[in-house]
């Protein structure tokens, strides 16, 4: 079982950046890979970025490549979402998942979610 805490979010203005945070307790969570979602209301949770165990694998949405990036501290037990450039249509809860498998944008991919982190960027 792993446990997921996310923090980090908060309200920032547009073009600012913000550094998410997901803690994980658990001894093997440097075995799973791990994503950030978010999810604006009335709309389905997107995928955002993901890693892989090791790290030596990212894959990111369009919408946020170049501006996002996704890290992890195994020793830590901590993923990290570095988010520059934000812009108001991003305000949503963030949320962190984690993975045995490989990483992969789908939500059903995730077994372990966090309860999420809310991000809004003003105009």
């Known amino acids: 079982q792993v446990q997921l805490v996310e923090s980090g979010g908060g309200l920032v203005q547009a073009g600012g950046s913000l550094r998410l945070s997901c803690q994980a307790s658990?001894?093997?969570?440097?075995?799973?890979?791990a994503g950030w979602f978010r999810q604006a209301p009335g709309n389905e949770r997107g995928f955002v970025a993901a890693?892989?165990?090791?790290?030596?694998?990212?894959y990111y949405a369009d919408s946020v490549k170049g501006r996002f990036t996704i890290s992890r501290d195994n020793a830590k037990n901590t993923v990290y979402l570095q988010m520059n450039s934000l812009k108001p249509e991003e305000t949503a809860v963030y949320s962190c998942?984690?993975?045995?498998?490989?990483?992969?944008?789908?939500?059903?991919?995730?077994?372990?979610w966090g309860q999420g982190t809310q991000v809004t960027v003003s105009s």
């Open positions: 998942a984690a993975s045995m498998g490989d990483i992969s944008p789908l939500v059903e991919w995730y077994g372990f």
């Open positions: 890693i892989s165990w090791s790290g030596s694998k990212t």
């Open positions: 658990g001894r093997t969570f440097g075995s799973y890979a």
